[in-house]
């Protein structure tokens, strides 16, 4: 019985850790660098160098410079973009090293599994500020943040004192990732395309995928075959069973190309 607590305490901490990483970094290192030296938190051997006061000096000054970007608009998406070379790393590392003293095997296939899971959080995270930021006001912003900050900590708590439960949340969290993080991605995607119409870019898609004739676009006519296009009713239906994840992109785009064949054919 106790070797099947010290597995679900160990797997805990290696989800937990490597999780919060990807959402602050910072954060999670504070709160296991303070509960190691504090005597609060067993840590294993692989991560006892959390307890040094360099360490703890260093996550809590970055926590405090990412507290304050975090909560501005704009800069908290261009923040995570750059953070993406840190925190998917430091997840890799938090879960190798929470795995303790073990084969180099397993230490490695920790790892990797846990950079896998800091990368879903950090994609989640980030995917969700990018599209909270086109709300003009910043209220969503600091809600957000102070929610991640939060979660990470009740995350934390979590994992060290109830690891099952935890485990629980985690494969949750896994399965609703894989059913949010394409969506998101595709609402991401309007997005920027919508702030490109909005510039009155020419929608170079739509070239590529040969939906308008790359000679219209270079007489200066790409706005006007895109429009006309985009009046269509059964344009607009397509387009609204695309957004709403009805259809893939390639049936998207295999519809769309025939639309467009039979109004240049009338």
Known sequence: MESYQALLATLALTMGASWASGVNLYAALLVLGLGGISGNIDLPVGLEVLENPLVIGAAGLMYVVEFFIDKTPGLDSSWDAIST???????????????????????????????????????????????INTSPEPVTNWTASITEDLLVLGGLWTALNHPLIFIILMVIFLILAIFILPKLWRLIKRLFRKMGQFLGLVDRG????????????????????????SSNPQYQRLQALYDEGVLSEDEFNTARQRLNRNSESQ
């Open 85 to 131: 070379f840190i925190r998917l790393p430091a997840g890799a590392m938090l879960a190798a090293g929470a795995v303790g003293d073990v084969t180099p095997a397993l230490e490695i296939a920790a790892g990797i599994m846990g950079g896998g899971l800091a990368a879903t959080s950090h994609a989640t995270k980030a995917g969700t500020r990018l599209l």
């Open 206 to 229: 739509l070239v590529d995928r040969g939906l308008v004739d790359s000679d219209l676009v270079e007489r200066g006519e790409g706005r006007e075959a895109e429009a006309a296009l």
